[in-house]
Each structure stands twice: as C-alpha cells, then as structure tokens.
C-alpha cells in the first residue's frame, strides 16, 4: 500500500498571508489528524478527522481549521499567517480499529516558513 | 502541563538492550498506550502498542504494569540505527478528547 502523502513538502508564506496543506492518507483509513511540530514545543495535536467529521481538536486558535474529504483525503488551512506558525505539520492516518486505539502513519510533513 | 513524562535523552552502546520508560498517571481507563520512532526531517513511525501486560512484535517489546501509570519500551540488541527520539502517546480525555505525545526520548547509539 502507498504511504500517507502531503503537498507541497515545502512552502514559504509572509505573515498575514493564508496556507492550505493536503494529505492523501493510506487506502481504507478513514480517520486524518494533522500535527504541528517545532523544536520549542514538540509535536502538538491539532484535530482528528473521521468519516468527513471534526472528532477531535487540540488547542490551538480559529486560524486553524481543516476538513475531510467524502474519499478520506484532508486539508488544513491557516489563515492570517503569523511567524510563529512556522513548523513542520504532520498528517498521520489511521484505520482506527478502536476509538482509544492510536496506531497512526505519519506523512513525511509539509515544512512551512513564514517570513 | 505535561500529561506524560519521559527522559529527555539516554545513551546506549550497540548490541545493548535499551529500556525506555513513560509515566503517565491519568490515563483514561480504555486508552492504549503507543509508542512512536522520529528521525530527523521524517514524520514518526508507529513501533508497538498495548494496552496491559506485555506486547511484543518484531522490533520491540510493550512492557504495562497492572495499574497502567507507566509503560516500558523495550529495544533488544539496538544498532547505530536506532538513534532517534521516541516517543509514547497516550489518549488524554479531559472535556475535549485530544492526543498528547510526551516531550520524546532521544536515544543516541554509540558504536
């Protein structure tokens, strides 16, 4: 099976501007989380997707917002992009055999500067 | 505030057995406790999960005692490869179901 994958892998923004990543995530899983990663506060949740609905959501402000698509595929977008947002963000897949269950696969991340 | 606690970094020597343990003292009662492997510029890697006793699979063992405050990672016989930061996750449910990964273990491999 193909791997979880995110567009583009690269990208660089200047404050104020917005940003939308996607991820394809393996064949059959239906459940997406995206992850935003720094060397200051690690990797952070930030919401899970399942079946086209928000299940899950970490804490992080409305800038942040994402969606599913009716074929699994996810995107997350940031709007009024600030300097801090720089980071690598992470799509991970899961088949979600269980609610409690958190066996992911990540993508290889989507590297965001902003400028 | 941290909901797991690991050891920031441990040193090892090839061939040796590495045993890396996470605490995490408010675990919901049906979660699963997952262990990650991150290489530098990669998105982390599943390595093993479990709930209770222990799990074992091909690269590594799952170590939970009975009152589930803590699990143990097992590495048999590590290599230079294995240099990574790992990390243990845990579901954390408070009013607002979220994911928390711990700070991560960084495991250096000396030949």
């Known amino acids: 099976k193909a791997g979880v994958t995110q567009t583009p892998r690269y990208l660089i923004k200047t404050r104020g501007q917005q940003v939308t990543l996607s991820c394809s995530p393996i064949?059959?899983?239906?459940?997406v989380s995206w992850y935003q990663q720094t060397p200051g506060q690690g990797l952070q949740f930030l919401f899970e997707?399942?079946?086209?609905?928000?299940?899950n959501k970490g804490n992080f402000p409305g800038r942040f917002s994402g969606r599913q698509f009716s074929n699994s595929r996810s995107e997350m977008n940031v709007s009024t992009l600030e300097l801090g947002d720089s980071a690598l963000y992470l799509c991970?897949?899961?088949?979600?055999?269980?609610?409690?269950?958190?066996?992911?696969?990540f993508g290889p991340g989507t590297r965001l500067t902003v400028t | 505030l941290a909901k797991t606690t690991q050891p920031i970094s441990m040193d090892s020597y090839e061939g040796q057995e590495v045993n890396i343990t996470c605490s995490h003292n408010?675990?919901?009662?049906?979660?699963?406790i997952t262990w990650y492997q991150q290489f530098p510029s990669q998105g982390p890697r599943f390595i093993i999960q479990?709930?209770?006793t222990k799990v074992t699979n091909e690269v590594a063992s799952l170590f939970i005692p009975a009152d589930r405050k803590s699990s143990t990672l097992s590495l048999p016989r590590v290599s230079l490869s294995d240099t990574a930061v790992y990390y243990c996750?845990?579901?954390?449910?408070?009013?607002?179901?979220?994911?928390?990964f711990g700070a991560g273990t960084r495991l250096f491999v000396k030949a």
């Open positions: 997707y399942f079946s086209e609905t928000q299940r």
């Open positions: 064949s059959g899983h239906r459940s």
């Open positions: 991970a897949s899961s088949p979600r055999l269980t609610i409690n269950s958190y066996e992911q696969y």
């Open positions: 996750l845990v579901g954390w449910n408070t009013g607002g179901f979220k994911t928390i």
């Open positions: 479990g709930y209770k």
């Open positions: 408010n675990i919901a009662t049906n979660d699963y």
